[in-house]
Nanobody, 127 residues
Framework: QVQLVESGGGLVQAGGSLRLSCAASGRTFNYWHMGWFRQGPGKEREFVAAIRWSGGNTYYADSVKGRFAASRDSAKNTVYLQMNSLKPEDTAIYYC????????????????????WGQGTQVTVSS
């Protein structure tokens, strides 16, 4: 059974930074992607970033490119999302997600690609 546990959310002022963590257990993800999504108040869940365990390739939504950075620590089976220059519109519940198998490199931005989801961590950015 795969478990994903996020942490690191909180309240921060605009322009500030937070680092989210997602600890994965139950399976080796060496060849797959780990995704970060968020859901703001009254909004649909949207893709934020993804990282490929093997090689560390990263992918970002345009809205966070240049401000957010995904990374992973394979030894700890943990992925991170460093969020800098935060804006009020970044306020959301942030989720990490993992697929049940490898489908290729073209689907990381689709929530339907992912089978396992964490419980989410709240990020609130005040203006």
């Amino acid at each position: 059974q795969v478990q994903l546990v996020e942490s690191g959310g909180g309240l921060v002022q605009a322009g500030g930074s937070l680092r989210l963590s997602c600890a994965a257990s139950g399976r080796t993800f060496n060849y797959w992607h780990m995704g970060w999504f968020r859901q703001g108040p009254g909004k649909e869940r949207e893709f934020v970033a993804a990282i490929r365990w093997s090689g560390g390739n990263t992918y970002y939504a345009d809205s966070v490119k240049g401000r957010f950075a995904a990374s992973r620590d394979s030894a700890k089976n943990t992925v991170y999302l460093q969020m800098n220059s935060l804006k009020p519109e970044d306020t959301a519940i942030y989720y990490c997600a993992a697929p049940s198998r490898y489908y290729g490199d073209n689907y990381y931005a689709y929530s339907t690609y992912y089978t396992y989801w964490g419980q989410g961590t709240q990020v609130t950015v005040s203006s």
